[in-house]
């Protein structure tokens, strides 16, 4: 009973403080063209997003039912109520096994025409690393792939936690990347297919450059 009532009480928490953190805070969209072609055509994606970025991801992108792949462990169940209250939804299950219940699940939720959402570093890393589920995905639906990132121009990072974890502080300004869709091509032998894991690693890599950078830029205006 402890239990359940901590999953239910500290996502409404968190909710609530993201809430608060929102209202108070300035954003930036770094975005393009193909993306926005996507977006207003109502094309099915899917959001590629470090773990570093699990936190405020739901809340950027509230209200558009992206089916967003989360792990069976203790921390996922906190994360799963934090997803559905912000308007979107979710499949349990990790990523890393192509041939998976839940990958299958989330195929068949772009196949409905809806976004999905994968953090391929994830549940426990290496940070920064992509694991291969997010490409079978890919590559099963032909959906492309969307390198998301965020950084804040005032933030905390938790330097104890392996993905380093970035904590939005009060009045400050999100910047918000998205990178070109990234295409996988659905017949690919084993050495193409690593080299497309890399490509996507890398444009995910360069992506979260582009955001940093961008949030440094803003600190660095706002101290003057």
Known sequence: MK???LVWLLPLIVVWFQRL?????RFRFLTNEQYEELFKNKKPFIYSIWHTNVLYSPYLHRGKN???LISESKDGDYINQVVHRFGNTSVRGSSSKGGSKALKAVIQHLK???PAAFTPDGPRGPAFI????IIAAAQVTQVPIVPFHYECSRQWILERAWDKHRVPKPF???????????SVPRNLNEE????????VERAMLENRNRAIKEAERIL???SK
């Open 21 to 25: 953190i929102g209202f108070t805070s």
């Open 3 to 5: 239990r359940r009532f």
């Open 112 to 114: 409905k025409g809806l």
């Open 192 to 199: 193409e297919f690593e080299q497309m894991r890399l490509k």
């Open 172 to 182: 400050t300004t999100f910047v918000v990347s998205y990178g070109e869709p990234i």
């Open 130 to 133: 992509l694991q291969p589920g």
């Open 66 to 68: 992206v089916a967003v």
């Open 220 to 222: 660095n205006g706002e």
